[in-house]
């Protein structure tokens, strides 16, 4: 299916949710099937232009998350594709259960893409900074977790998000981000992909944080370390060969995540590693705390997932590298 | 006692009275099968159970537009049984018809049976997955959307327990189907006026239950949920009326049909029956206590 997807300029600070509206509106062009289930949340997530363009397709729940998200199980059953939007911290977890429940046990279609996401969020503070969603939607059984980790990267994501039987869900950044992939090609559930290649230590993240780890690296380059970084694009299924690569090729391993420490991105690869040929990690995220407001740069520097936490902790887990 | 607007309904009703009959027929024979289930299992949930059974009976064997042989027919009726556990009836009714093999009955909530504790759509003619009270009424406002925009022409029933009027998502769906004007969704609140550990209104009173969800925009009939003529007529009212969801209220008996279950609050969990319970209730079921009502 050629989509008519229009790419940002590289390197430019873009938030993803105006990529996740760009995804939107070009796939709205080429299938009629899916529709727009919002909780009059189609400025805050980025969806607006998709609900300009198609009007027809947006079904309009008010702010009731939970019945947003029942309403799209029942809706999936008669074959069209429910995409949910709204902010994580209130559709994922208010409306978590009938997320189990109605959408994953009743083994529906449904699509569910949020955005305020971790500290990244920024100056709205923790009401709105969802910091476990990776750990509570990891643990429903059936449901896919995907984190794009730039605008131009959500375009495809979201056409292979429409393209996936059964319930996924995705995790879309609020705050302006480097877009690091140019023109993006197809993606794949399940897969990771190497963006650098190192042997040293590997870096492995996803979301803004991935732009973060890229500019770690190139600082450990200059301290003479050669370092992988890995956008861990598929939180679940997990790409247990990168990871395994990065074991024996590399053997040490940095997690980064805006996400709180525990049952995120480094949970993940951490269970992956144990039943691997093990190799020291450190693990980077939001250490069980709350966010707060503040720009989300400072917010990553405060809550130590920035480039120099980063590079440290890189130099720390080579010192326990075998 | 019957009110004043039930007796017109039963006088418009004297026509159908053969249809009726026939489905009192049907809601025994699934009374029949709860019993045997829930004896076998040995627990469910009885109460509940034998007070939607004239309701599960009118709806499959009088209403809905269903295929047994082929569960997944897109342009199918749907049922959501928003209080799942009173799966029982809704399996007795599935089985009776031909969905799966009447053995499944006795291996209800067993590892080796296919009848799950709750629904599961793994099970034939289970339309979603219910038993977490306040989310049924949302998935069928759901259907009842996706059938609008699909242009498939089917109606979504919801059968809500009491209980379930206490969760606030059954009010954002309730407020969400009336906002969308949702004709083709129609719900059935089996008001028998238990709840697990006692009496509605002294757990969470939320009366007037009909003026409420009236005044969310849909239309509102109170029936008496045993009289399969009265539910029968008011579930063909709701299918030609345009523009509102429809809501039918059922007065009904927990239990009823058994007279040492009836109105009891004791038989909402998972109660094992003995044999001698079982012969006993059977008796009452078989014998026609429930056609001299």
Known sequence: ??????????????????????ALVALGQVREDFYLFDADVQGGTGAKPFAQAFPERVVQFGIAEQNTMAAAAGFADTGLIPLVVGFSAFTVMRAHEQLRTAVCYGRRNV????????????????????????????????????????????????????????????????????????????IEVGKAHVLRPGSDVALISCGTRVAAALAAAELLEGEGVSARVVNLRSIKPLDLEVIQDCCEEVGALVTVEDHNIYGGLGSAVAEAVVQMQPAPMEMLGIRDRFGRSGEHHELFARFGIDVPDIV????????RKR | MKTMQQAILVKQLEPKTEAAAELREWARRIRVEVLKMIHHCPAGHPGGSLSVADMVATLYFGVMKVKPKEPDWPERDRLILSKGHACAAVYAALGLKGYFPAEEFLKFRRIDGLLEGHPSIN??????????????????????????????????YVILGDGDMQEGATWEAL??????????????????????????VDT???EPVADKVRSFRWAVEEVDGHDCGQLLAALHRAKARKGTPSFVIAHTLKGKGVSFMEDLAQWHGTVPLTAEELARALAEVKGGRMLSQ
């Open chain 2, 175 to 200: 407020m969400a189907a009336g906002h969308h004007r949702l004709d083709n969704l129609c719900a059935i609140l089996d008001y028998n006026r238990l709840q697990a550990e006692g009496r509605v």
């Open chain 1, 1 to 22: 299916m050629n989509v008519p997807f229009e790419f940002f300029p590289a390197g430019e600070g873009v938030s993803l949710r105006d990529g996740f509206g760009r």
């Open chain 1, 312 to 319: 440290a902790a890189a130099r720390k887990v080579l010192k």
């Open chain 2, 204 to 206: 969470m009173d939320y």
């Open chain 2, 123 to 156: 099970i034939p003619g289970i339309d979603a997955p219910s038993g977490s009270l306040g989310m049924g009424l949302s998935q069928g406002l759901g259907m009842a959307l996706g059938a609008r925009y699909a242009r498939k022409n089917l109606r979504v």
């Open chain 1, 111 to 186: 699509k569910v893409c949020c955005s305020h996401l971790g500290v990244d969020v920024g100056p709205d503070g923790a009401t709105a900074q969802m910091l476990e969603d990776l750990a509570t939607c990891r643990a429903i059984p059936t449901l896919k977790v995907l984190v794009p980790a730039c605008a131009n990267e959500i375009q495809p994501m979201l056409a292979a998000v429409l393209n996936e039987p059964g319930p996924v869900y995705m995790r879309i950044g609020r705050s302006p981000s480097p877009v690091i992939y140019p023109q993006p090609g197809p």
